[in-house]
């Protein structure tokens, strides 16, 4: 199931993505937060049940938001978690915070949920003092219960489902700051969607791939299976001394190609557009203005 939310004429709806077409499952009030509430009750069952029935919208003729329009809490996020990435960083200068090439733990962080963007929402690089905004291709991992001391063999347990996620950075401001939260917390520096997948579509998540393109170039590419820390040990990692809960979103790392592994390096301009592809999630494209 892809769970969506969508602005139809000034009216919020929720519903699921089929073919061509947005279903509503939920408008009026409420429909805001009916995405992440069936994230918590688990049940898209009902939903299911109505779609013969529901309202059909062509996708052209609504706006997709964010599937999850207001976060819980910040993201959380993994840095360095691409081999070729962590050493391009590293080699990059920017890395003002570790000493290893390869990280021996995964690197944790936090994004503001105040970033939050939708599809094809602009990405306002002028909010950046430094002209150093790079992109940053991701998965994102839906959190669908409250999680404490998850082992990795239960992780699927914990997992509602699957979101494509740009980790919009201030190279600048990363570096200057000796860490991430402010380099990657600016408004609209988090562009999320365009929907959920459910975690039953997904048959063979380690071959899915990710991919970033800046003016239709080709920047990144890679399979989810090029991790250095999976998503089993990200989870067991995350809830061994604290708590996830539903609905909570991990940005799970970016492959090599962001813009400082150029030389000289390829930051983004008003103008540009960033598409991120990946496999059986759809494409996230985002202006920058």
């Known amino acids: 199931m892809k769970l969506a939310t969508v602005n139809d004429n000034g009216n919020i709806k929720a519903g699921m993505i089929i073919g061509d077409e947005f279903v509503c499952c939920v408008e009026g009030e409420g429909a805001d937060m009916a995405v992440l509430s069936v994230i918590r009750t688990g049940d898209v069952a009902s939903w299911d049940a109505i779609i013969d029935t529901a ?21 959380v996020c993994v840095g360095k978690n691409y081999y070729a990435h962590a050493k391009e960083f590293f080699d990059s200068g920017f890395d003002a915070t570790q000493k290893e090439t390869i990280p021996s733990e995964p690197i944790i962080f936090t994004k503001a949920m105040t970033s939050l963007i939708g599809p094809n929402d602009a990405i306002d690089a002028s909010i950046d003092p430094t002209d150093s905004v790079d992109y940053e291709g991701e998965l994102g991992v839906i959190i669908s219960k409250t999680a404490r001391r998850v082992a990795k063999a239960d992780w699927q347990d914990y997992v509602f489902g699957y979101v494509i996620i740009n980790d919009v950075t ?69 809830t061994l001394t604290g708590t996830l809960l539903a609905g909570d979103v991990i940005a799970t790392g970016t492959p090599v190609g962001v813009g400082i592994g150029f030389t000289p390096p390829k930051f983004l301009k008003s103008g540009d557009v960033v598409i991120i592809n990946v496999t059986g999630l759809g494409s996230l494209t985002n202006p920058v203005i």
């Open 55 to 75: 309202e059909r919208r062509d996708l052209a003729d609504v706006q997709i938001l964010a599937p999850i329009p207001h976060l819980i809490r910040d993201m």
């Open 170 to 238: 201030s190279r600048e401001l990363q570096k200057k700051h000796n860490q991430w939260t402010i380099g990657k917390g600016l408004d609209t520096f988090g562009p999320m969607g365009p929907y959920i997948v459910t975690k039953d579509e997904i048959d063979d998540l380690p071959s899915m791939q990710i991919q970033t393109l800046v003016n239709d170039e080709v920047r990144q590419q890679a399979e989810i299976r090029d991790l250095i820390f999976d998503i089993p040990t990200l989870i067991e990692t995350l």
